[in-house]
């Protein structure tokens, strides 16, 4: 079974700075895909990046990028120079590869960017 | 670009009745899911279709039928409406493995 563990609930950041946003998992598959969403206050899921198991490159989109940590089993979110935009939960996901694409779910991290 | 259109966005049901919901994607895609998300649980998977006329239970299945009669197409039934089952639904699309899954606006469910 997979499981993803978010263990920060909410996260402060000033404008500007950048922040980590903290994604663990656990599976079996040998293969797999990393996801993060982004929920906004207005509740639509907005996909911003995704991370292969067997890519050999941190996944990078804009001021988003992924630290794949294979070994540790870890998958952080790095938001570079925050804007207030960014004020959202976020989710980070995965799913297997080669078999059935079902995503599972951490419980989020609500973020917060302050002026 | 329509995407991915839920339908209804808000309902109020009372224990007991019955509803379905829609979702429709208009780019092609073959997987089709259910999720609910309810406070500090983040989204779990109701039921999912890897294609037209397949459908499949996912981590929380109970309380709820779907259908996939129409590729485009993914229906989510509760025959008998629970308190529990006040939630936001949310209808979620992909086309291959591997890639992201597209969103719909979500579905705010109570039941009273």
């Known amino acids: 079974a997979q499981k993803i563990t978010q263990t920060q609930p909410g996260m402060f950041v000033q404008e500007k700075e950048a922040v980590t946003l903290d994604c663990t998992y656990d599976t079996s598959d040998p293969s797999y895909g990393l996801f993060w969403y982004k929920q906004p206050s207005s509740g639509e899921m907005i996909f911003l990046i995704y991370?292969?198991?067997?890519?050999?490159q941190n996944a990078t989109e804009g001021r988003y990028s992924l630290n794949f940590q294979k070994a540790r089993k870890s998958a952080n979110l790095v938001i570079s120079a925050s804007q207030l935009g960014d004020s959202a939960m976020y989710f980070c996901?995965?799913?297997?590869?080669?078999?059935?694409?079902?995503?599972?779910f951490g419980t989020g991290t609500r973020l917060l960017v302050s002026p | 670009n329509a995407g991915v259109t839920q339908t209804p966005k808000f309902r109020v049901l009372k224990t007991g009745q019955s509803m379905t919901l829609l979702c429709a994607q208009d780019?092609?895609?073959?997987?089709m899911y259910w999720y609910r998300q309810d406070p500090g649980m983040g989204l779990r998977l109701i039921h999912y279709s890897v294609g037209e006329g397949t459908t499949a239970k996912g981590e929380v299945p109970d309380g709820y039928n779907v259908s996939r009669l129409k590729k485009q197409n993914f229906l989510l039934g509760l025959e008998s409406a629970a308190p529990s089952q006040t939630s936001v639904y949310f209808c979620a699309s992909s086309k291959n493995l591997g890639t992201e899954a597209f969103f719909g606006q979500g579905t705010r469910l109570t039941v009273v």
């Open positions: 780019m092609n895609h073959e997987y």
């Open positions: 991370q292969g198991s067997y890519d050999q």
């Open positions: 996901a995965m799913s297997p590869q080669g078999g059935f694409q079902k995503l599972v």
